[in-house]
């Protein structure tokens, strides 16, 4: 019906032209565009089941070639249940869909250039059978999963628990970060059109549940930030850029005027980075330019080459031959396409080529000369490596495609592929863009002739041109260096081969030595020298002739010669730059324009040749001093140093190595220091970047728990003050130690985002309102607006109370940044902040999606060739392990092989260049312990590091020659070519990272060919069958437990025997136990103890023949082993201070007494050791004096009988011995795995009920903080005991707290002289203490004072708080001694003061700092006599002597006052007083400091905080919540720089957006209002016809005829609402009700009154007597009569609504003035709200205003402002109606 009514109603030429604008706009708004590359991300909550139907379709278009699209997972997963993981990615510009279930990983591809920013359609769906249908603009694959393909799948999705199904786009989510298997580049692009699959295959929109990073709309920046002066913008979604090409501008904004030139000297090339992720990427379509110049003597060189080898081999070369320029290109199908130019264009001007590939079409233009191609086959993309190689490369011999192998040598300009301007990213340090070989020319430098280097005395190039005649030999040549061979040939004389020609310099002279040979025994050598200081770097010309019986050296025109009357013939090459044997006497420098026998050589046919052994072209830039000219740069603060032996770089041995020290030797995080062995945790360096420039950081490391924790510390204070009454904005910016914010992303981001940091609110009246009063940045200036986890404000509150708001940021972090708007400000505003440090967490295992186990010798992983670096680790369990082979290629046999040759030996094997070597690397840790290992190689020309663990080697290669390239592809885990006598790896590889980008292993094997491949670390240790804190190793096809103590046995270490313990709790009591043999004198022994003793006997054994082992400990630190050897006592003494440790500290010390029979080892907790030399040698005959008078500590009974009547017996003591044996105590504490050889003693057993002071529990009684408040616990064994001394606190545990509080004008004074007999105590001694806590700057703590008898010999100790800072002085009469200790101390947390005085000596310190001892002058006395009273808080009336002149009162509270044993403030709140006191009340001091970290462990209150109103800053004394970083960091504390809140700018929109979405707007409101008047009209007529009908078929004809006579009356004067008169007013309007005000703080005096029914009378029947009015009223007509105006008024009905729900009235209006009616008193739940007054309230927090309790209200019979003419507001249902019910 309505469709039909809109039909007609409308053209539908029109509807259909709104209907088109209104879709266009939903599109618009339906579009969303991802934007942030470092956390964009939409996630969505679909109704997916994991054994359900799943799908979804949605376009996108992206600028990168790698991003995520979409990921699935399901949350909740527990713990054993399978993994689940779909996504699809763009990986190299294609589209691949990734399923993995349990171990099964399956892939889809399809696609290319999809990073084209263009629309690409995609939708995949995925049934409950497997099968898996991707499609991608209508072109369609689908595979059938293998995972599900016996069914077996479906049962266990089925059975999964987990069911929050989770679908992320564009990026990850934080939610989904730890379920996602790798981590993805994010999405820069749009996306349009998403729907999700239904249950039932329905295609559907569901809501966005989060999304971040995003904006609506597919927006193009380049509206809004186009900074482009000429050319063209491009959009990246992110950011802008601009392309130059083709407008002779260039620069950033291409606002600069012509184009940058740059000149290549035969070694410089661009490194273009074609991925920024290291990865193939497959395009068809790109666009390259290129203007050269290249001189007439230069005719071959590379310009451009780009590579790949997967899937199939494919390549672009762009390069000079003959002087011609050749453009070759091969998709890997058919022949390469070839253009070359028609004529030589090395002829110094400047030429163009532009090239262009559009999908199958290749247009390529040399100058005017075009050439357009049609690619055939099947391929037709080039399926290129990421780096791109500009005017040469790296070691391009071999490349496929390119018959010329030269640098480039020449000039380029304006050179751009795509929109990047290579040479202006040169300039501009572009990231993606890098020069090689040496310092950028930008021009175009004359470059002549091209010289070739020689970088070392042993480079030489040989000239075979010369045998025999006469010899024409031309160069110029160059140096710093004053010797060296120049030219050097062997030759014969009259037939005698013992002859050779040299050309050397000699002390900066050219000179030329002939050896004619011998004859008849006599040396025929010749020299003759020309020129002088021909070192100086400058170019001389050399002419070396031979002809007509004369050797001629001709050097800058000077000529000089030997003649010679002989026949010469060569027996060699002539050797430039060194003799034939290559050995370091050569020429360093440069030589150019080399000609011989009349031909000129071309140096780049020659550095390519076999003639050049280490020779090189660069410029000369080498054939300076190194060190001088800069060429040999040493890094990392190596120092450079010139020698006629070499030039090298000495490095700090300890932190970088390598010939340019351009190899750190820190980790780069602190999970490759724990990987590598080191699982110390404390202070260390990493190196983030590697070799890269950014210097080593300090951090700290934490191994203690399971996961691995890096803190970074930063220089923003703990309680820094951010707001305050009357304080500015401020704007703070952090500084973290040793790293840069790009740096700080980029660690954050290699830990996967697992960080935090801690964020602690301190406020008083001072809410935080983050993301509004204080915006928070982190190092890429996102801002911070999400609260930290489990983070509940309490300060936005606004309270007047100290309240803090404490939790951890953990996103965009670390925060960099700060800016605080001091608002809402009070007089009592205050707020400080403590940032924590920056810390992040990874786990000590390896990940699962990037590990893989080798369960077969024969299995391995192939990677791509390896370039500049590799890294991984591994376990392994058997040497002879071959844990990777880089293999070589079909042309260049470089090639490097790892395996593990001894336990303690990895061994590289290389083949460089034709040389094989072997570099061994001795470990300190055993490579087959079944742990994990580090391996590490980082190729940095002209050395290659080798790191395995914490060791390294190094490999250095001649300079000039390059390490490398590698062509055969990289093998992890094995080799198909494995080394007789070696094996591939069993066992796990994870971590790989090969060119400093992280391998996702799930990429590079296929589970189904490779079936002894798996993922994860699969080992037979895996379930940890080993008990009792045992270490597993793994063997993979088995396992072996290493037991964590001696006294552990099984092959679990299951039989845990530490647990059978006995403690002693008295010095004098023992265990006896009696051997059945003598093994216990002979045997190895092992036992654990611990005890706070400094000497005690821990055991003493002997037999009848006075055979004995005993064991002791002496001075805390001594472990003494003493047996008979025969009848000489031996000792065997382990001191442990010698490791600057105890053994008396209360922790278990393992004691091992290994004895064999010629010697016997005692170690000490597995480290330290000692041996003697003396056999086992036990007494077969009685000896009354068996030791011949040498002295025993412990001396059994002696029976002086012959040995035939003694008795045979053994006896062991445990513990101790009988105070008639020995004088040495026995042990307080306890013993445990008490072993003899293999057998057990136990223990327990010998313990009986009976005895006393032994027990068989060895409780820690100290160690869960018995002693409270920092109290000292000592270990009773059996109980303990609190030392609360330097606490301020008292009682058993420390806990008990006597505090007073003091005001200014308190005191507390305790009389000596009253009860105390002075003789009685010792005047020598003081011992003062006394916690205090306070906010005020000064005051007097506490004094003691002699009495007044003697006013000139005034003693006194007084103690008072100064500026801060605690001060005590000390008088005995000859003048005071001060000591004074920095704080500030008046920061609100309790100080503990200790004062201790012994004779001259004091000791003076607060807080237990290890304050320092001060000697009183010597001419003081040291007795304190005359001791009259303690005063404690103030100062007595009228006391000015003793130091107290002008001293004020304390103001805060003392607390555990204590003078020598007497504790005034207990005696004062006791039942007896011995003290007076003015105005001191009991009160609880505030607690000590702690951390704040301590704090966030709790819950969030008040914490530590005292109460009441802030006073003074925040304190400096209080010490960093960060942890301790490793030397000190000097560093500024941040500071608030004042902060000028800038004034709102409108935000500039493109006039083409606004034009646009007016005109969407404006057509979306027209379709609306036609649509809703169509409607409307429809529904209406239909209505009123069904109504219609209905009324009249139900009617009797009595009602009808009564109904009819209404309608024909005329309509008495009608309200819509009982209560409410017509208005006479046309522009009346019902007018809504105000807001309710908040409701107050405490509820009203009296409440309101109940509401009181009201009664409705029925309306009366009024005459009519006069003509009706017609009056409008919305939908109906209702007519008026103007006799009937004071009627009371009758109800309006609407058949459309029920009469109890009426939600709208509308009042008649009429032509004539009605007046309004008198108001009357409507009841009380009628009455409007009327606006409340407001006045000061004391409760209210931040002066906030008083509601107005109900008496105050105005009388309901006033008139109401809310509605004009004093009437009342509409009513509905007894209520007052809402806004939206009055609204028309």
Request: proline share 6%.
């Amino acid at each position: 019906m309505a469709y039909t009514c809109l039909s007609t109603a409308l053209p539908t030429a029109g509807i259909s032209l709104l209907f088109l604008t209104f879709v266009t706009f939903l599109c618009h708004v339906n579009c969303v565009t991802f934007s942030d590359p470092d956390n964009a991300y939409s996630q969505y909550l679909p109704n997916w089941t994991p054994d359900g139907r799943q799908g979804a379709s949605f376009r996108f278009k992206s600028v990168r070639s790698d991003a995520l699209l979409l990921l699935h997972h399901f949350n909740n997963r527990s713990s054993g249940e399978a993994v689940y993981n779909f996504w699809i990615e763009l990986k190299g510009a294609k589209l691949q869909a990734t399923h993995v279930f349990e171990t099964f990983v399956e892939t889809v591809t399809i696609g290319s250039s999809l990073d084209n920013d263009q629309w690409h359609s995609v939708d995949y769906s995925k049934d409950s059978a497997g099968s898996l249908t991707l499609r991608l603009n209508g072109k369609e694959q689908e595979i059938k999963l293998k995972s599900h393909k016996y069914g077996l799948a479906r049962e266990k999705l089925s059975a999964l628990t987990y069911t929050d199904s989770v679908v992320t786009l564009g990026g990850l989510a934080p939610s989904s970060s730890e379920m996602a298997p790798r981590e993805f580049s994010r999405l820069l692009g749009c996306m349009e059109k998403i729907k999700f699959l239904s249950q039932n295959g329905v295609l559907q929109d569901i809501p966005v549940d989060s999304t971040v990073g995003t904006t609506d709309g597919c927006n193009n920046k380049c509206f809004t930030e186009n900074h482009c002066q000429q050319g063209q913008c491009i959009n990246q979604y992110y950011r802008t850029v601009c392309d130059c090409f083709d407008t002779g501008y260039e620069g950033q904004y291409c606002q600069q005027k012509g184009n940058m030139e740059l000149t290549f000297h035969g070694q410089n090339y661009i490194q273009y980075q074609f991925n920024k992720l290291g990865q193939t990427v497959s395009r068809d379509k790109f666009r390259i330019n290129l203007q050269f110049k290249v001189g007439e003597e230069h005719q071959a060189g590379v310009l451009f080459y780009a590579t790949g080898s997967v899937p199939v081999e494919t390549y672009l070369a762009v390069y000079m031959d003959n002087g011609r320029i050749t453009v070759k290109m091969h998709t890997g199908s058919g022949d390469p396409m070839v253009t070359t130019s028609d004529t030589a264009l090395n002829d110094d001007s400047w030429h163009k080529i532009f090239i262009r590939l559009d999908g199958r079409f290749l247009l390529v233009v040399i100058d005017d000369q075009s050439n357009s191609n049609q690619i055939s086959g099947d391929m037709h993309q080039l399926h290129l490596d990421p780096d791109v190689y500009i005017g040469g490369g790296p070691a391009l011999k071999g490349k496929p495609g390119l018959p010329v192998t030269y640098n480039y040598i020449g000039c380029l300009k304006e050179a751009y592929v795509d929109y990047d301007n290579l040479i202006g990213g040169v300039k501009m340090n572009s990231s993606m863009i890098t020069f090689n070989g040496g310092t950028p020319i930008f021009e175009c430098v004359e470059l002549g002739h091209t010289p070739l280097t020689f970088p070392n005395k042993r480079s030489q190039l040989i000239l075979n041109e010369w045998t025999t005649g006469e010899l024409n030999l031309k160069f110029t040549f160059r140096t710093s260096f004053p010797d060296g061979i120049l030219v050097h040939a062997l030759i014969s004389i009259d037939d005698t081969p013992d002859g050779f020609l040299n050309v050397h310099m000699v002390n900066g002279s050219l000179e030329l030595q002939v050896d004619l040979g011998t004859n008849g025994g006599t040396n025929r050598q010749k020299a003759v020298n020309v020129g002088t200081s021909l070192h100086n770097t400058a170019w001389h010309d050399v002419h070396l002739a031979i002809r007509s019986g004369n050797i001629l050296l001709t050097v800058d025109g000077r000529m000089v010669g030997i003649p010679h009357k002989h026949s010469m013939v060569s027996r060699s090459a002539i050797y430039l730059g060194s003799d034939v044997s290559g050995a370091n006497t050569g020429f360093e420098g440069c030589m150019r324009q080399i000609h011989i026998q009349g031909n000129t050589l071309s140096p780049l046919k020659v550095i390519n040749s076999d003639m050049a052994n280490g020779v090189t072209i660069d410029g000369c830039q080498i054939a300076l001093n190194p060190c001088a000219s800069g060429e040999l740069e040493c890094e990392n603060g190596g120092a450079c140093t010139h020698e006629t032996n070499g030039t090298k770089c000495t490095c700090n041995a300890k932190e970088y190595t390598g010939s340019r020290c351009q190899f750190p030797l820190f980790k780069k995080s602190c999970a490759d220091y724990y990987r590598a062995g080191d699982r110390e945790s404390g202070p260390k360096r990493i190196d983030v970047d590697g070799s890269g420039p950014v210097p080593a950081a300090h951090v700290m490391c934490d191994f203690s728990t399971g996961r691995l924790k890096t803190t970074i510390e930063h220089n923003f204070k703990a309680k820094t003050l951010l707001r305050s009454y009357g304080g500015p904005h401020l704007d703070f910016k952090l500084q973290y130690r040793d790293m840069t914010p790009e740096l700080l992303a980029a660690f954050v981001k290699h830990s996967s985002g697992n960080c935090r940091q801690l964020f602690s609110y301190w406020c008083y009246e001072s809410p935080i309102r983050l993301g509004k009063f204080t915006r928070v940045y982190g190092p890429t200036d996102n801002e911070i607006s999400e609260y930290p986890d489990r983070f509940k404000t309490q300060c936005n509150g606004n309270r007047q109370t100290w309240q803090q708001d404490i939790g951890y940021m953990t996103r965009n972090l670390p925060i960099t940044r700060m800016r605080v708007l001091n608002k809402k400000q009070t007089e009592f505003t205050r707020a400080t902040l403590t940032l924590g440090p920056l810390e992040c967490f990874e786990s000590a295992a390896a990940s699962k999606p990037n590990t893989v186990t080798f369960f077969t010798p024969e299995s391995y992983l192939t990677l791509t060739p390896l370039k500049k670096s590799l890294s991984f680790i591994f376990r392994a369990s058997a040497v002879g392990n071959v844990v990777f082979h880089q293999m070589r290629g079909d042309k260049i046999p470089n090639s490097i092989l790892g395996y593990i040759a001894e336990e303690n030996l990895f061994t590289f094997e290389t083949n460089l260049n034709g040389k094989t070597d072997e570099v061994s690397v001795a470990t300190t840790r055993s490579m087959i312990d079944g742990e994990w290992h580090t391996i590490t190689i980082d190729i940095n020309e002209p050395d290659i590091l080798f790191i395995v663990d914490n060791d390294s080697e190094i490999l250095s290669v001649p300079i000039g020659q390059s390490i490398g390239p590698f062509r055969g592809r990289l093998r992890l885990g094995g080799t198909p070519e494995v080394p007789a006598g070696k094996e591939g790896l069993m066992g796990c590889i994870s971590a790989v990272t090969k060119d400093s980008v992280d391998i996702f292993l799930y990429d590079f094997y296929n589970e189904f060919k490779q079936d002894a491949i798996q993922p994860g670390c699969k080992s037979k240790c895996a379930k940890n069958p080993c008990k009792n804190g045992a270490q597993c190793v793994d063997k993979w096809t088995s396992y072996e437990c290493v037991c964590a103590h001696p006294a552990q046995k099984g092959k679990n270490c299951e039989i845990d025997n530490t647990k059978d313990m006995v403690s002693f709790s008295e010095p004098t009591v023992h265990l006896e136990y009696t051997p059945s043999s003598t093994e216990f004198l002979t045997s190895n022994l092992h036992l654990s103890f611990r005890t706070y003793q400094s000497d005690a006997l821990i055991f003493y054994a002997n037999d009848h023949l006075h055979n004995f082992v005993q064991l002791e400990l002496m001075d805390s630190a001594v472990l003494i082993f003493k047996y008979n050897s025969g009848r000489q006592i031996v000792e065997v003494m382990v001191d442990s201070r010698d490791e600057a440790m105890l053994l008396n500290d209360g922790a278990w010390v393992d004691v091992s007494i290994e004895r064999d029979a010629e010697i016997t080892v005692l170690k000490v907790n597995g480290e330290m050791m000692q041996e003697a030399g003396e056999p086992v040698n036990l007494l077969t005959q009685y000896h009354d004096d068996p030791f011949n008078g040498a002295e025993e500590t412990v001396m059994p009974p002696r029976v002086f009988v012959s040995s035939d009547k003694v008795d045979n017996y053994t006896l062991a003591l445990i513990g101790g011995a009988p105070d008639l044996m020995t004088s040495l105590p026995g042990l307080q504490g306890c013993i445990r795995g008490f072993m003899i050889g293999d057998e057990h003693l136990p223990l327990k057993p010998l313990a009986t009920r009976k005895m006393q002071g032994v027990s068989t529990q060895c409780t820690d009684n100290c160690a869960q903080g018995a002693c409270q408040n920092n109290g000292e616990c000592t270990e009773l064994w059996s109980s303990f005991r609190c030392n609360c001394t330097s606490t301020s606190y008292s009682g058993r545990l420390c806990s008990k707290d006597v505090g007073a509080n003091f005001q200014s004008a308190s005191l507390l004074v305790y009389p000596f002289t009253l009860y105390e007999d002075e003789s009685d105590k010792s005047t020598e001694m003081d011992s003062l203490t006394f916690g205090f806590s306070t906010e005020t700057d000064s005051g007097v703590l506490a004094y003691i004072r002699s009495d007044d008898e003697q006013q000139d010999m005034d003693k006194s100790i007084v103690v008072k708080l100064m500026d801060g800072n605690v001060e005590a002085s000390v008088d005995f009469g000859n003048g005071p001694t001060t000591i004074s200790i920095e704080g500030p101390f008046n920061d609100g947390y309790r100080h503990v003061v200790a004062f201790k005085r012994f004779g001259n000596r004091i000791l003076f310190d607060v807080d237990n700092q290890d304050g320092n001892f001060t000697t009183l002058t010597d001419a003081s006395p040291v007795q304190f006599t005359r001791r009259a009273a303690l005063v404690a808080g103030g100062v007595e009336y009228n006391v000015t002597r003793f130091g107290l002149d002008g001293a004020g009162g304390f103001q805060g509270c003392i607390a555990g006052l204590d003078y020598n044993g007497i504790k005034p403030l207990e005696l004062l709140f006791g039942a007896y007083a011995p003290s007076d006191s003015i105005g001191v009340s009991k009160a609880q001091c505030a607690m000590l400091k702690m951390d704040e970290s301590e704090s966030s462990d709790g819950d969030n209150g008040d914490g530590d905080m005292t109460s009441g109103k802030p006073a003074g800053s925040g304190s400096s004394h209080s010490r960093s919540s960060q942890s301790g970083i490793s030397s000190e960091w000097n560093v500024k504390p941040a500071e608030g720089v004042e902060y000028v809140e800038p004034k709102k700018q409108k935000t500039k929109i493109d006039p083409e957006i606004i034009k646009y979405s007016i005109i969407a707007a404006c057509a979306l409101v027209i379709l609306l209002l036609l649509v809703l008047i169509i409607r409307m009209a429809c529904k209406l007529k239909q209505n009123d016809k069904e109504e219609e009908a209905a009324t009249m078929e139900e009617m009797t004809p009595l009602r009808r005829k009564d109904l009819e006579q209404i309608d024909a009356a005329p309509t008495r004067n009608r309200t819509l609402a009982e209560g409410v008169p017509v208005s006479n007013s046309n522009s009346y309007t019902p007018v809504p009700r105000e807001d309710p005000q908040p409701l107050p703080s405490q509820p009203p005096s009296q409440p309101p009154p109940s509401p009181q029914p009201q009664q409705q009378q029925p309306p009366q029947p009024q005459q009519v007597q006069s003509e009706p009015q017609v009056v409008a009223t919305g939908q109906f007509t209702v007519e008026a009569s103007p006799e009937l105006k004071d009627e009371p008024p009758i109800p309006m009905i609407d058949d459309d609504v029920d009469d109890d729900e009426i939600t709208e009235a509308t009042p008649l209006t009429s032509n004539e003035d009605i007046p309004p009616p008198v108001p009357t008193s409507a009841p009380p739940h009628l009455t409007p709200p009327q606006p409340k007054k407001d006045i000061p309230s004391e409760d209210a927090p931040n002066g906030h205003e008083k509601d107005v309790p109900s008496e105050s209200v105005p009388s309901e019979s006033a008139p109401s402002e809310s509605a004009p003419n004093g009437h009342k507001p509409l009513v509905k249902n007894d209520s007052i109606l809402s806004e939206s019910e009055t609204a028309v």
